[in-house]
């Protein structure tokens, strides 16, 4: 019986792994993170490219002053990035 493919199936597996799932994971509970982080008042950035101040959290949506007095109701986890001002 050969033992090498078997080897190379494990190699590769691990390395599918170490290469893919880890990262994924890892930029996963950091958004997360985030998202259990956001206050009133932070700056923020969305998936899309729009900045702006967050001016009221609910569950699931954020409403984002782009500009005084025009905002935004925006879904919570389009939020990419805090932004330092």
Same mark, same amino acid.
């Given at each position: 019986?050969?033992?090498?493919?078997?080897?190379?199936?494990?190699?590769?597996?691990?390395?599918?792994?170490?290469?893919?799932?880890?990262?994924?994971?890892?930029? +996963? /509970?950091?958004?997360?993170?985030?998202?259990?982080?956001?206050?009133?008042? #932070? &700056? !923020? +950035? /969305?998936?899309?490219?729009?900045?702006?101040?967050?001016?009221?959290?609910? #569950? &699931? !949506?954020?409403?984002?002053?782009?500009?005084?007095?025009?905002?935004?109701?925006?879904?919570?986890?389009?939020?990419?990035?805090?932004?330092?001002?």
């Amino acid at each position: 019986m050969n033992v090498l493919p078997l080897v190379w199936m494990i190699l590769m597996l691990g390395a599918f792994y170490v290469l893919l799932v880890r990262p994924q994971r890892r930029q +996963m /509970t950091a958004h997360r993170e985030l998202m259990a982080s956001l206050t009133v008042g #932070d &700056e !923020v +950035m /969305t998936m899309g490219g729009i900045f702006g101040r967050i001016n009221r959290l609910e #569950d &699931e !949506v954020i409403d984002l002053e782009v500009s005084p007095g025009t905002s935004l109701r925006v879904a919570r986890s389009a939020v990419s990035r805090k932004v330092q001002v």
